[in-house]
Nanobody
Framework: VQLVESGGGLVEAGGSLRLSCAAS????????MGWYRQTPGKQRELVAV???????KYADSVKGRFTISRDNAKNTVYLQMNSLKPEDTAAYYC?????????????WGQGTQVAVCS
């Protein structure tokens, strides 16, 4: 299984970007799908996660600005990012969990860079 992200780039503050992450090579449905981000010298942090039942959770710093969604038929998760701020600049990684396996399997994308200039 490979997770392939797309949609990162450079944007001015106040602008928008939409990240996509597609899982290839899987024949099963993932449980949690989420996005994390990381800046140099800091730990990777959760941005947003969406469960199989559609429930979502967001970091306080992105609430009201970012929206996570998923397309189970395509095994794809999206992150719509609006009103971007310079502090949103980071490498963004998608993450998926497959709980049909024991032990649970975790998958990470390779990361896509988001840069927000003021």
């Amino acid at each position: 299984v490979q997770l392939v992200e797309s949609g990162g780039g450079l944007v001015e503050a106040g602008g928008s970007l939409r990240l996509s992450c597609a899982a290839s090579g899987s024949t099963f449905r993932f449980n949690d799908m989420g996005w994390y981000r990381q800046t140099p010298g800091k730990q990777r942090e959760l941005v947003a996660v969406i469960n199989n039942d559609g429930s979502t959770k967001y970091a306080d710093s992105v609430k009201g600005r970012f929206t996570i969604s998923r397309d189970n038929a395509k095994n794809t998760v999206y992150l719509q990012m609006n009103s971007l701020k310079p502090e949103d600049t980071a490498a963004y990684y998608c993450h998926m969990t497959a709980t049909i396996f024991f032990p649970v399997r975790y998958y990470w994308g390779q990361g896509t860079q988001v840069a927000v200039c003021s």
